[in-house]
């Protein structure tokens, strides 16, 4: 199966600093989601991105599909920002991959 | 207006009792999934229906049956549990397999 890849595996910012989280994948893939699962464990949709780049706020998104890899930015952080930041790739097939997750906090 | 919804949040229960945990969604997708995420943080699919047919079965125990009634729901039975049954159970949908999911709030399983 797709093996993804997280970097790092921790992250300690602080508030204000700028970030950049990576993800790798073995093979090509139909979908990649960011999502990011907060202190209370709920895991919300960050960036729907098989290709290309998307901004919402604070937040960019990277994928270099032919590459095999994605990138999320988070600019200024903030301690909101603190969590799990989670790859997931899907095939055509619907299966989905999740990696490891970077943890990350952010101090005031 | 939840999107994903699920239940029970929290359950608690003895080693060789049979629960189930019910998953909603207001969507209107065709794919459904479960999840499972252990006490690490690793995120595992187990299943995935799309209109109430049966397309992923990952290597998931005959313990665990899911069973979709409806495109909209996507119910987990669990028999004879057992303590390493325990994590957190997440349900979620996409418009066919493949897009972008979305999940539910998750149901945390502790099984004593």
């Known amino acids: 199966g797709i093996q993804v890849e997280q970097s790092p595996p921790d992250l300690i910012l602080q508030e204000g600093a700028n970030s950049t989280l990576r993800c790798n994948f073995s093979d090509s893939v139909n979908n990649l989601q960011w999502f990011h699962q907060n202190p209370w464990g709920q895991l919300i949709n960050l960036f729907y991105i098989p290709s290309g780049t998307k901004q919402n706020g604070r937040l960019s998104a990277t994928t270099v599909a032919t590459e095999r890899y994605s990138l999320l930015y988070i600019s200024s952080s903030q301690t909101t920002d603190s969590g799990v930041y989670f790859c997931a790739v899907a095939t055509n097939a619907g299966k989905s991959t999740f990696g490891d997750g970077t943890t990350l906090t952010v101090k005031p | 207006d939840t999107a994903v919804s699920q239940t029970p949040k929290y359950l608690v229960t003895q080693m060789g009792n049979d629960k189930s945990i019910k998953c909603e969604q207001n969507?209107?997708?065709?794919?459904m999934y479960w999840y499972k995420q252990d006490s690490k943080k690793f995120l595992k699919i187990m299943f995935s229906y799309n209109n109430k047919e049966l397309i992923i079965n990952e290597t998931v125990p005959n313990r665990f049956s899911p069973k979709s009634p409806d495109k909209a729901h996507l119910n987990l039975h669990i028999n004879s549990l057992e303590l390493g049954d325990s994590a957190v159970y997440f349900c979620?949908?996409?418009?066919?397999?493949?897009?972008?999911?979305?999940f539910g709030p998750g149901t945390r399983l502790t099984v004593l």
């Open positions: 979620a949908s996409s418009q066919r397999g493949g897009n972008e999911q979305f």
């Open positions: 969507l209107g997708h065709d794919t």
